[in-house]
């Protein structure tokens, strides 16, 4: 199965996942010239663990002045959610400054379908 056919399978998972909680982070110019763009979803699984999809085409998205401290967040994320998932969670859905901020915070994502439209397309960070 490859990777195009294994994400409406996923996706479908996501959505019947009990008490999964998530965020959805936006991308934000600093000067706030250009819109804002959902770039990542954190989903926190019934154990707390968690998961974060992508927006694929995010670096062609992102102006070049801020790939290299993205890309710097997003290996920062990878990092702590292994260490300290619950604090990481926490400190993702309530960004308000800086170029990544909160969009949505939410239980099911399935109740929100401009997001859950999202998720077919989104791949694992």
Do not use: H
């Not at 195009?4 to 998530?22: D, I, N, V």
């Not at 968690?50 to 710097?72: G, H």
């Amino acid at each position: 199965m490859n990777e195009e056919q294994k994400r409406p399978q996923q996706s479908a998972e996501l959505c019947e996942s009990p008490r999964q909680q998530f965020g959805a982070l936006a991308y934000r110019t600093q000067d706030l010239t250009e819109a804002s763009f959902t770039i990542l979803l954190v989903l926190r699984g019934a154990e707390g663990g968690l998961s974060f999809l992508v927006e694929p085409d995010w670096q062609s998205m992102v102006p070049d002045a801020d790939l290299n401290y993205i890309e710097a967040l997003f290996d920062d994320f990878r990092e702590r959610a292994r260490q300290t998932p619950g604090g990481l969670f926490e400190q993702l859905c309530s960004l308000g400054v800086g170029p990544l901020v909160t969009q949505e915070v939410g239980k099911q994502i399935s109740d929100y379908p401009q997001l859950l439209a999202l998720l077919p397309r989104f791949v694992p960070l």
